[in-house]
């Protein structure tokens, strides 16, 4: 049967309260038998962590603050996260970390410390990065040159940019493109910027409840979807379905060691 990744779902959010379980069940029937679940803030680390606990073997937690949700006491949170992760085995990453400017700025040098502070953690505790990056890709590229040496690995989740931002991404070796449902959008400019991509850097992704696949757009996303991003990802690539979920099921084991 044909085995999938989802590389990043929010399914522990509220969106999911009513049918959780059932979300998890309907995914491992449509072949996506294992989610990994990236942590965004402190409140969404407890439900994440239960729900590893609830699902063992198939939901796999990260642990990182996400860059819209630097508070004014973001260093006492990340200081709690880093304990967190020192001591509490099985995170498989250290995520979602980034930039994000698209909303706001004003608090782009706190986001650049936050980001910087937690590359630092995944180096020290050789884990991989998750990487979010929205009107930042200036900002992300010269910072992960200022880290090159330390090489990094990890993924550039939800990567929507251009042959030339993605040639640049893949510059850092042990780095994978995260491509979710916008590769199904009639509008998207992804299947261009994949043209040079080797199947073997991408992972595939829901960013659920975020940004559902065709035929699915508008609706909640969930991680039973990730066969219609295959089916895009198998098209453009000029491959079978199967061939794509070998290759970045393999691609996932291999970077979160799954």
């Given at each position: 049967m044909i085995e999938?990744?989802?590389?990043?779902?929010?399914?522990?959010?509220?969106?999911?309260a009513e049918d959780r379980a059932a979300a998890v069940e309907r995914a491992v029937d449509a072949g996506v038998k294992t989610l990994c679940l990236p942590c965004i803030n402190e409140s969404s680390l407890e439900r994440m962590d239960e729900m590893c606990r609830e699902f063992p073997g198939i939901c796999h937690a990260m642990i990182g603050l996400h860059p819209t949700e630097l508070g004014d006491d973001y260093l006492s949170v990340l200081d709690m996260f880093y304990r967190r992760l020192k001591s509490v085995p099985g995170y498989i990453a250290v995520g979602e970390v980034g930039i994000d400017l698209y909303w706001d700025d004003s608090r782009k040098d706190e986001q650049i410390d936050a980001f910087c502070r937690q590359i630092d953690w995944a180096h020290e505790m050789n884990l991989p990065l998750v990487i979010h990056s929205r009107n930042a890709f200036d900002e992300l590229y010269a910072i992960m040159e200022s880290n090159r040496?330390?090489?990094?690995?990890?993924?550039?989740?939800?990567?929507?940019?251009?042959?030339?931002?993605?040639?640049?991404?893949?510059?850092?070796?042990?780095?994978?493109?995260?491509?979710?449902?916008v590769v199904t959008y009639?509008?998207?400019?992804?299947?261009?910027?994949?043209?040079?991509?080797?199947?073997?850097?991408?992972?595939?992704?829901?960013?659920?409840?975020?940004?559902?696949?065709?035929?699915?757009?508008?609706?909640?996303?969930?991680?039973?979807?990730?066969?219609?991003?295959?089916?895009?990802?198998?098209?453009?690539y000029g491959c079978t379905v199967e061939h794509v979920a070998a290759v970045t099921t393999d691609n996932a084991r291999r970077l979160f060691g799954l």
């Open positions: 999938f990744v989802d590389t990043h779902t929010h399914i522990f959010e509220p969106e999911f040496s330390k090489n990094l690995r990890g993924v550039f989740h939800c990567f929507s940019g251009t042959e030339e931002e993605a040639e640049k991404l893949l510059s850092f070796n042990g780095f994978y493109l995260g491509i979710g449902g009639k509008k998207s400019t992804l299947p261009e910027a994949l043209a040079a991509v080797p199947l073997e850097r991408i992972l595939l992704e829901t960013d659920s409840p975020y940004l559902a696949p065709v035929p699915k757009r508008g609706k909640r996303n969930e991680s039973s979807y990730i066969p219609y991003i295959a089916e895009k990802v198998a098209e453009l």
